[in-house]
């Protein structure tokens, strides 16, 4: 069984920085890609970057130059590190996992429940 944990939401002052951190834990051989995700109210949930287990990232447009993601392959871990945030960047953000449980085995999505981020003064 594979779990996906996030932990780092909060409430944050426009202009401010926060990092949201996911552990991947349980029986399994490899973790592959690892991104985050956001959703907020109404809308459709988006991606906010990913990190391949090579180390190549990828972030939505709207967030190059202000959030960097980064990963520990050993430790089954992603982080997110956001700064410059706006309203508009409050969501639940959601961490995603590519994991494969044995060698034999196709990569399948696991996700973690989410953590709410809030941008406002």
């Known amino acids: 069984q594979v779990q996906v944990v996030e932990s780092g939401g909060g409430l944050v002052q426009p202009g401010g920085s926060l990092t949201l951190s996911c552990a991947v834990s349980g029986t399994f051989w490899r973790v592959f890609d690892m991104g985050w995700y956001r959703q907020a109210p109404g809308k459709m949930r988006e991606l906010v970057a990913d990190i391949s287990f090579g180390g190549k990232t990828t972030y939505a447009d709207s967030m190059k130059g202000r959030f960097t993601i980064s990963r520990d392959s050993a430790k089954n871990m992603v982080a997110l590190q956001m700064s410059s945030l706006k309203p508009e960047d409050t969501a639940v953000y959601y961490c995603?996992?590519?994991?494969?449980?044995?060698?034999?085995?196709?990569?399948?999505?696991?996700w973690g429940q989410g953590t709410q981020v809030t941008v406002s003064s």
């Open positions: 995603k996992a590519d994991v494969a449980l044995t060698t034999y085995s196709s990569e399948r999505d696991y």
